[in-house]
Protein backbone atom coordinates (compact mmCIF):
# COMPACT_ATOMS: atom_id res chain seq x y z
CA UNK A 1 0.00 0.00 0.00
CA UNK A 2 3.32 2.63 0.79
CA UNK A 3 4.17 2.06 -2.69
CA UNK A 4 0.98 2.32 -4.12
CA UNK A 5 0.48 5.87 -2.15
CA UNK A 6 4.15 7.42 -3.46
CA UNK A 7 3.41 5.89 -6.92
CA UNK A 8 -0.27 8.13 -7.07
CA UNK A 9 1.28 10.82 -5.43
CA UNK A 10 4.33 10.76 -8.17
CA UNK A 11 1.81 10.09 -11.01
CA UNK A 12 0.20 13.46 -9.61
CA UNK A 13 2.99 15.25 -9.58
CA UNK A 14 3.87 14.52 -12.83
CA UNK A 15 0.89 14.45 -14.97
CA UNK A 16 0.51 18.11 -13.02
CA UNK A 17 3.68 19.23 -14.77
CA UNK A 18 2.86 17.73 -18.02
CA UNK A 19 -0.82 19.90 -17.64
CA UNK A 20 1.23 23.04 -17.53
CA UNK A 21 3.33 22.24 -20.16
CA UNK A 22 0.96 21.33 -23.05
CA UNK A 23 -1.18 24.02 -22.24
CA UNK A 24 2.21 26.56 -22.37
CA UNK A 25 3.08 24.79 -25.67
CA UNK A 26 -0.52 24.84 -27.18
CA UNK A 27 -0.75 28.35 -26.34
CA UNK A 28 2.17 28.64 -28.93
CA UNK A 29 1.05 26.87 -31.07
CA UNK A 30 -1.98 28.95 -31.47
CA UNK A 31 -0.35 32.18 -31.16
CA UNK A 32 1.69 31.13 -33.98
CA UNK A 33 -0.71 29.91 -36.26
CA UNK A 34 0.00 30.76 -40.56
CA UNK A 35 3.49 31.70 -39.71
CA UNK A 36 4.80 28.35 -40.33
CA UNK A 37 3.32 28.19 -43.92
CA UNK A 38 5.06 31.71 -44.50
CA UNK A 39 8.05 30.78 -43.53
CA UNK A 40 7.92 27.28 -45.90
CA UNK A 41 6.28 28.89 -48.81
CA UNK A 42 9.61 30.64 -49.32
CA UNK A 43 12.62 28.19 -49.34
CA UNK A 44 14.62 25.70 -50.16
CA UNK A 45 13.99 21.51 -49.05
CA UNK A 46 16.49 22.50 -46.28
CA UNK A 47 14.22 25.06 -44.58
CA UNK A 48 11.98 22.49 -44.88
CA UNK A 49 13.94 19.79 -43.09
CA UNK A 50 14.88 22.57 -40.43
CA UNK A 51 11.24 23.82 -39.50
CA UNK A 52 9.71 20.32 -39.62
CA UNK A 53 12.38 19.00 -37.41
CA UNK A 54 11.75 21.45 -34.73
CA UNK A 55 8.20 21.14 -34.67
CA UNK A 56 8.70 17.06 -33.81
CA UNK A 57 11.20 18.16 -31.32
CA UNK A 58 8.66 20.15 -29.14
CA UNK A 59 6.78 18.18 -26.48
CA UNK A 60 3.29 16.28 -26.71
CA UNK A 61 1.42 15.64 -30.58
CA UNK A 62 0.83 19.54 -31.81
CA UNK A 63 3.93 19.90 -33.80
CA UNK A 64 3.11 16.40 -35.22
CA UNK A 65 -0.30 17.03 -36.18
CA UNK A 66 0.68 20.47 -37.24
CA UNK A 67 3.55 18.90 -39.82
CA UNK A 68 0.28 16.22 -41.43
CA UNK A 69 -1.41 19.21 -42.46
CA UNK A 70 1.92 20.96 -43.94
CA UNK A 71 2.69 17.96 -45.88
CA UNK A 72 -1.20 17.34 -46.90
CA UNK A 73 -1.42 20.83 -48.16
CA UNK A 74 1.54 19.95 -50.14
CA UNK A 75 4.37 22.30 -47.58
CA UNK A 76 6.51 20.23 -47.00
CA UNK A 77 8.78 16.71 -48.44
CA UNK A 78 7.61 13.27 -47.63
CA UNK A 79 11.27 13.21 -45.99
CA UNK A 80 10.37 16.30 -44.09
CA UNK A 81 7.27 14.88 -42.66
CA UNK A 82 9.37 11.30 -42.08
CA UNK A 83 12.25 13.46 -40.03
CA UNK A 84 9.68 15.32 -37.39
CA UNK A 85 8.01 12.24 -36.44
CA UNK A 86 11.43 10.86 -35.98
CA UNK A 87 12.01 14.08 -33.77
CA UNK A 88 8.88 13.85 -31.72
CA UNK A 89 8.91 11.63 -28.99
CA UNK A 90 5.24 12.35 -27.98
CA UNK A 91 3.77 12.71 -24.67
CA UNK A 92 6.52 11.18 -22.88
CA UNK A 93 8.52 14.49 -24.11
CA UNK A 94 6.90 16.30 -21.29
CA UNK A 95 7.08 13.15 -19.10
CA UNK A 96 10.97 13.01 -19.57
CA UNK A 97 11.17 16.75 -19.00
CA UNK A 98 9.70 15.80 -15.50
CA UNK A 99 11.70 13.02 -14.13
CA UNK A 100 14.88 13.60 -16.14
CA UNK A 101 15.26 17.22 -17.50
CA UNK A 102 18.94 17.22 -17.79
CA UNK A 103 18.89 14.11 -20.21
CA UNK A 104 15.41 15.02 -21.99
CA UNK A 105 17.22 18.06 -23.37
CA UNK A 106 20.06 15.89 -24.59
CA UNK A 107 18.01 13.50 -26.23
CA UNK A 108 15.77 16.70 -27.74
CA UNK A 109 18.88 17.88 -29.23
CA UNK A 110 19.94 14.89 -30.90
CA UNK A 111 16.75 13.87 -32.01
CA UNK A 112 16.35 17.38 -33.44
CA UNK A 113 19.69 17.29 -35.56
CA UNK A 114 18.73 13.41 -36.51
CA UNK A 115 15.78 14.75 -37.95
CA UNK A 116 17.03 16.63 -40.47
CA UNK A 117 19.29 14.29 -41.36
CA UNK A 118 16.31 11.91 -41.81
CA UNK A 119 14.47 14.38 -43.80
CA UNK A 120 17.25 14.85 -46.25
CA UNK A 121 18.37 11.05 -46.78
CA UNK A 122 14.63 10.14 -46.89
CA UNK A 123 13.97 12.21 -49.97
CA UNK A 124 17.01 11.27 -51.60
CA UNK A 125 16.23 7.44 -51.34
CA UNK A 126 12.37 8.34 -52.39
CA UNK A 127 13.57 10.16 -55.64
CA UNK A 128 16.70 7.85 -56.18
CA UNK A 129 14.09 4.86 -56.20
CA UNK A 130 11.30 6.71 -57.55
CA UNK A 131 9.07 5.88 -55.04
CA UNK A 132 5.23 7.54 -55.73
CA UNK A 133 4.45 9.04 -52.29
CA UNK A 134 1.04 10.32 -50.96
CA UNK A 135 -0.79 8.31 -53.87
CA UNK A 136 -3.41 7.45 -51.83
CA UNK A 137 -4.36 10.90 -49.93
CA UNK A 138 -7.24 12.20 -49.19
CA UNK A 139 -7.30 15.99 -48.45
CA UNK A 140 -9.20 17.19 -45.32
CA UNK A 141 -8.68 19.71 -43.11
CA UNK A 142 -7.31 18.23 -39.82
CA UNK A 143 -7.87 21.42 -37.62
CA UNK A 144 -10.34 23.89 -38.72
CA UNK A 145 -9.30 27.39 -37.88
CA UNK A 146 -11.60 29.05 -34.98
CA UNK A 147 -11.35 32.17 -33.12
CA UNK A 148 -12.59 32.99 -29.64
CA UNK A 149 -11.43 32.22 -26.15
CA UNK A 150 -14.78 30.31 -25.11
CA UNK A 151 -13.12 27.84 -28.52
CA UNK A 152 -10.12 27.89 -27.27
CA UNK A 153 -10.74 26.96 -23.47
CA UNK A 154 -13.40 24.47 -24.84
CA UNK A 155 -11.82 22.48 -27.68
CA UNK A 156 -7.90 23.16 -26.90
CA UNK A 157 -7.63 22.72 -22.90
CA UNK A 158 -10.48 20.71 -22.15
CA UNK A 159 -11.22 18.41 -25.25
CA UNK A 160 -7.88 18.11 -26.25
CA UNK A 161 -5.56 18.19 -23.41
CA UNK A 162 -7.67 17.58 -20.33
CA UNK A 163 -9.81 14.56 -22.02
CA UNK A 164 -7.54 13.77 -24.56
CA UNK A 165 -4.46 13.66 -22.65
CA UNK A 166 -4.12 13.94 -19.18
CA UNK A 167 -5.95 11.08 -17.54
CA UNK A 168 -3.91 9.00 -20.24
CA UNK A 169 -0.65 10.43 -19.37
CA UNK A 170 -1.63 9.95 -15.23
CA UNK A 171 -2.56 6.42 -15.94
CA UNK A 172 -0.05 5.11 -17.86
CA UNK A 173 2.77 7.24 -16.07
CA UNK A 174 0.72 5.31 -12.59
CA UNK A 175 1.21 2.05 -14.59
CA UNK A 176 4.50 2.55 -15.63
CA UNK A 177 5.60 3.42 -12.23
CA UNK A 178 4.25 0.74 -10.25
CA UNK A 179 5.29 -1.99 -12.67
CA UNK A 180 8.78 -0.49 -12.28
CA UNK A 181 8.43 -0.41 -8.47
CA UNK A 182 7.11 -3.57 -7.67
CA UNK A 183 9.53 -5.27 -10.33
CA UNK A 184 12.49 -3.95 -8.34
CA UNK A 185 11.14 -5.12 -4.97
CA UNK A 186 10.09 -8.50 -6.07
CA UNK A 187 12.54 -9.49 -8.87
CA UNK A 188 16.31 -8.53 -9.17
CA UNK A 189 15.52 -6.26 -12.36
CA UNK A 190 19.03 -5.13 -11.84
CA UNK A 191 20.40 -8.11 -13.16
CA UNK A 192 17.49 -9.11 -15.59
CA UNK A 193 18.05 -5.59 -17.12
CA UNK A 194 21.68 -5.96 -17.70
CA UNK A 195 21.71 -9.51 -19.06
CA UNK A 196 18.84 -8.80 -21.51
CA UNK A 197 19.66 -4.96 -22.78
CA UNK A 198 20.08 -5.82 -26.48
CA UNK A 199 16.37 -8.05 -26.28
CA UNK A 200 15.27 -4.55 -24.47
CA UNK A 201 16.88 -2.58 -27.38
CA UNK A 202 15.28 -4.68 -29.93
CA UNK A 203 11.75 -4.31 -28.09
CA UNK A 204 11.78 -0.68 -27.65
CA UNK A 205 12.56 -0.43 -31.17
CA UNK A 206 9.60 -2.87 -31.95
CA UNK A 207 7.29 -1.31 -29.28
CA UNK A 208 8.02 1.90 -31.16
CA UNK A 209 5.66 0.95 -34.10
CA UNK A 210 2.85 1.66 -31.58
CA UNK A 211 1.24 4.65 -33.00
CA UNK A 212 0.35 5.44 -29.26
CA UNK A 213 1.44 7.53 -25.96
CA UNK A 214 1.66 5.45 -23.45
CA UNK A 215 3.03 1.90 -24.03
CA UNK A 216 6.90 3.30 -24.58
CA UNK A 217 6.69 5.61 -21.41
CA UNK A 218 7.66 1.92 -19.87
CA UNK A 219 11.75 2.64 -21.35
CA UNK A 220 11.27 5.98 -19.55
CA UNK A 221 10.79 5.01 -16.14
CA UNK A 222 13.48 2.11 -16.71
CA UNK A 223 16.04 4.55 -17.63
CA UNK A 224 15.31 7.51 -14.81
CA UNK A 225 16.18 4.01 -12.19
CA UNK A 226 19.31 3.52 -13.76
CA UNK A 227 18.09 0.24 -15.53
CA UNK A 228 18.52 0.61 -19.16
CA UNK A 229 21.16 2.51 -20.78
CA UNK A 230 20.77 5.41 -23.11
CA UNK A 231 20.94 3.74 -26.46
CA UNK A 232 17.53 1.90 -25.38
CA UNK A 233 15.68 5.01 -24.42
CA UNK A 234 17.04 6.61 -27.43
CA UNK A 235 15.59 3.63 -29.71
CA UNK A 236 12.30 3.72 -28.23
CA UNK A 237 11.83 7.76 -28.93
CA UNK A 238 13.42 7.19 -32.32
CA UNK A 239 10.46 4.81 -33.47
CA UNK A 240 7.63 6.08 -31.51
CA UNK A 241 5.69 9.29 -32.55
CA UNK A 242 3.18 9.33 -29.42
CA UNK A 243 0.18 9.12 -31.60
CA UNK A 244 1.11 11.93 -33.89
CA UNK A 245 0.84 9.76 -36.81
CA UNK A 246 -2.99 9.19 -35.97
CA UNK A 247 -4.15 11.87 -38.26
CA UNK A 248 -1.64 10.53 -40.67
CA UNK A 249 -3.54 7.12 -40.95
CA UNK A 250 -6.36 8.81 -42.39
CA UNK A 251 -4.65 10.37 -45.01
CA UNK A 252 -2.51 7.71 -46.33
CA UNK A 253 -1.98 4.23 -45.01
CA UNK A 254 0.76 3.65 -47.74
CA UNK A 255 2.79 6.95 -46.60
CA UNK A 256 2.17 5.96 -42.66
CA UNK A 257 3.99 2.49 -42.98
CA UNK A 258 6.90 4.06 -45.10
CA UNK A 259 7.20 6.61 -42.55
CA UNK A 260 7.25 3.97 -39.77
CA UNK A 261 9.57 2.00 -41.62
CA UNK A 262 12.34 4.62 -42.07
CA UNK A 263 12.21 5.49 -38.71
CA UNK A 264 12.52 1.95 -37.10
CA UNK A 265 15.65 1.52 -39.62
CA UNK A 266 16.67 5.27 -38.46
CA UNK A 267 16.23 4.24 -34.97
CA UNK A 268 17.87 0.48 -34.66
CA UNK A 269 20.87 1.58 -37.11
CA UNK A 270 21.77 4.69 -34.95
CA UNK A 271 20.64 3.01 -31.70
CA UNK A 272 22.59 0.23 -32.47
CA UNK A 273 25.81 2.92 -33.26
CA UNK A 274 25.19 4.14 -29.56
CA UNK A 275 24.69 0.58 -28.03
CA UNK A 276 27.80 -0.94 -29.33
CA UNK A 277 29.79 2.49 -28.38
CA UNK A 278 28.67 1.63 -24.82
CA UNK A 279 25.68 4.07 -23.61
Known amino acids: ?40 QTGNKWKQYIVSSLLGSAPGCLGSFAGVSLYIHGMISFGALTGLMLATSGDEAFIMLAIIPDTALILFGIL ?17 FNIATCTDC ?7 GKEGYKHYFKDHIWTHIIKGHLLKVFLWTFGALLVVEYAMTFADLQNIT ?9 LAALIGLIPESGPHLIFVMLFAK ?44 FGLIIFLVGY
Request: charged share 20%; aromatic share 16%; net charge neutral.
Open 138 to 144: EFKQYHP
Open 112 to 128: FLLGIFAGYFTDYFIKK
Open 226 to 269: GLIPFSVLFTSSVVQDGHGMLPMLSYSVKDTLRIKVFNLIFGLV
Open 1 to 40: MEVIIDVFKESVKVTLFVLVMMVAVDFINVKTKGKLESIL
Open 194 to 202: SDYTFLLFI
